[in-house]
């Protein structure tokens, strides 16, 4: 299939951001990947995996409508939910990089294939308008600002680890 401009605009950018954000943790251990140094309760490996549940959710979204980005219903969901943020004891970073690269993959085949022009109905949660609905081009560019953000934050939080920066 050959890809149109627009498509090939979108994975770049998906690629850029996502690079930024792996590029951070280059050379860490697990250990320095749990680590606080800020006063956020964010870690590098938190991010890394926060970032990919948050692109698969919105990958879903794409394919299956509403449900797959909706708020959770219970404590049990939320407990989930607030887990994504962390590196659990047992997760290691090769480990949950190589989660991001499967995901990132499954995106980029749906970029490469899906109708941009599709949409669901954005499921009900404070931060969304009521009866706002989301492309799929709008998605994929929502998850290069995601990861972009992210990328940001965990910049700063390697540069309190060890002095290091992603790009220097």
């Known amino acids: ?7 090939s605009d979108l994975l770049e950018s998906l690629g850029a951001a ?12 697990d250990e320095q990947a749990r680590l606080r140094p800020t006063a ?3 870690t ?3 991010l890394i995996k926060h970032v990919s549940g948050i692109e698969q959710g919105w990958a879903r979204f794409v394919t299956e ?3 797959a980005v ?15 943020f962390k590196m659990l004891e047992g997760e290691t970073l090769s480990g949950l990089l190589q ?8 995106t980029d085949d749906l970029v490469r ?4 022009d599709a949409s669901h109905e954005l499921p009900p949660a404070p931060w969304f308008k009521p009866g706002a609905r989301r492309s799929a081009r709008r998605v994929f560019t929502h998850i290069v600002a995601e990861t972009a953000q992210h990328a940001g934050h965990a910049d700063i939080i390697r540069e309190s680890i060890d002095g290091q920066k992603s790009m220097g």
């Not at 996502?18 to 251990?29: A, K, Q, S």
């Not at 909706?70 to 994504?84: D, F, K, M, R, S």
């Open 99 to 106: 989660r991001y690269e499967e995901i990132a993959a499954q």
């Open 113 to 116: 294939t899906c109708d941009l």
């Open 40 to 42: 956020s309760e964010l």
């Open 65 to 67: 409508g509403p449900a």
């Open 1 to 7: 299939m050959t890809l149109t401009p627009e498509r």
């Open 18 to 29: 996502r690079f930024f954000l792996r590029n951070t943790v280059r050379g860490l251990t």
């Open 44 to 46: 590098l490996g938190g």
């Open 70 to 84: 909706a708020a959770p219903e219970n404590e049990a969901g939320y407990e989930e939910w607030a887990n994504g």
